[in-house]
């Protein structure tokens, strides 16, 4: 495995000429790939479901949570727990269905010993054949080490020692809340799943990237959006010049969080017009419930939401599209990606429908932003192989506090110094800002 000295010069960031390059061997080396397994991902909390997928008791979802196969289930007391899928007797997998309702145990098809829906052993074929030495109870399934449940969303971690779950999310809980304030969020049945041959990292960039949405996404803004009667606010002029439009800052939110567009009531949403049109009367019913929940300034800074933002390392939250979005690399060139769409219970059927016509046209698998980005992300991939010739991506762009031509990277360059820290000193970074 790499020695962590050498990770210190993966990243050349330079704020007082306002230069940031990342070694591009952080997108294809294995020994990188490793210790970011061991320094991140085994050291961070992990978002891994939300408590809407299985509502009642003996519901489960099975799920893989960096490279660990996951129950979680809902148990016969109500109580939402995270077993580790693996039979105690040989490893097998427990659970094999990707999701149920209303169990009663989990039996290991292997050799069948089974398991209630708290991870208790109930069952031991030819039990009589064991020692007075076998303790049934003790070979429970083994719950993940850390489990969190914030209003529904579960998160876990592999390291027991820890920080606290609020201490981690630092800033970025408020931010986090807000999106949670719009209702009583549930994730809507269908979940996306899809896989890209590409490093992971490049989607953290791209999901919260807008420089490239006017070009990659150019169908969208210049085609469907106006089909649609709407304007198409790119953020980004086509053919250069000065930005048409303000920029929301970002803003570090400590840890490697950070949002495009913290929280305003002064501020509008990618999907505010085409909600606006489509479900114009709903809306408004809507916008009463929740000015009665919150008052006008703070219900009209729940809709419009936060714009992109991360929860380092890997969970990314799309105000605009109502989107989760997890992914989890296998390989430093491939990774499997889950998408949700996380919407209020509180809808009318008309306003969900609304809502989910906005989602699919541009996150679906058949949408005009999904497709593009695997495209455009495998493409990046298949360009690295140029890596020992061209050893650096640049990612300086509103450094020096240039925005006048539009957005910045300093998103991506607060995930990269989180990275390069953990790697380096397995801590948090000292700081963020550029």
Not at 48 to 73: K, N
Request: aromatic fraction near 12%; hydrophobic fraction near 35%.
């Amino acid at each position: 495995m790499q020695e962590v000295r050498n990770a210190a010069g993966l990243i050349v960031d330079d704020r007082e000429s306002g230069i940031f390059r990342v070694h591009r061997s952080a997108f294809v080396d294995k020994d990188i790939f490793e210790l970011e397994r061991s320094r991140i991902f085994d050291r961070s909390w992990l978002f891994a479901g939300h408590a809407s997928e299985f509502p009642d008791p003996g519901d489960f979802i099975t799920r893989t949570v960096a490279g660990r196969p996951l129950i979680l289930v809902r148990g016969d007391d109500g109580k939402i727990r995270a077993l580790m899928n693996t039979c105690r007797h040989r490893g097998n997998l427990v659970c094999r269905d990707h999701k149920g309702k209303g169990a009663e145990i989990f039996r290991c098809f292997y050799h069948g010993w089974v398991y209630n829906t708290r991870g208790d052993l109930k069952g031991v074929p030819g039990e009589d054949a064991y020692s007075d030495a076998f303790d049934r109870d003790a070979l429970g399934l083994e719950p993940a080490p850390r489990m969190h449940n914030h209003r529904g969303c579960i998160f876990v971690s592999f390291d027991p020692e820890i920080e606290s779950f609020e201490d981690f999310m630092g800033a970025a809980l408020a931010v986090l809340d807000n999106t949670l304030d719009l209702g009583d969020m549930e994730f809507v049945q269908g979940h996306l799943k899809y896989s890209m041959r590409a490093n992971w990292k490049l989607l953290v960039e791209n999901s919260m990237d807008g420089y490239h949405a006017a070009f990659t996404h150019e169908r969208f803004f210049t085609h469907f959006m106006p089909a649609m009667g709407l304007e198409g606010r790119t953020r980004m002029p086509l053919d250069g010049g000065p930005n048409p439009s303000p920029i929301s800052p970002t803003i570090p939110l400590g840890n490697g969080h950070v949002t495009t567009g913290y929280p305003s009531s002064g501020r509008l949403s990618q999907g505010h017009d085409y909600l606006e049109k489509y479900a114009t009367g709903e809306m408004e019913k809507y916008r009463q419930m929740l000015t009665l929940r919150h008052g006008p300034d703070k219900s009209r800074m729940i809709e419009q939401g936060a714009g992109n933002y991360l929860i380092f390392p890997n969970l990314i939250i799309i105000d605009g599209w109502r989107v989760f979005r997890t992914f989890y690399p296998s390989s430093q060139d491939y990774m499997e990606i889950n998408g949700w769409a996380c919407m209020p219970k509180e809808d009318s059927p008309e306003l969900r429908n609304v809502r989910l016509e906005w989602y699919l046209g541009f996150q679906g698998p058949g949408g005009f932003a999904t497709p593009d980005d695997v495209e455009a992300l495998e493409g990046c991939q298949m360009g690295f192989a140029t890596q020992k010739e061209v050893e650096w991506s640049d990612i300086s762009r509103g450094m020096k506090g240039i925005t006048a031509g539009g957005p910045s990277e300093l998103q991506m360059r607060v995930f990269w110094r989180e990275w390069h820290s953990r790697l380096t000193t397995g801590q948090h970074a000292a700081e963020y800002g550029d």
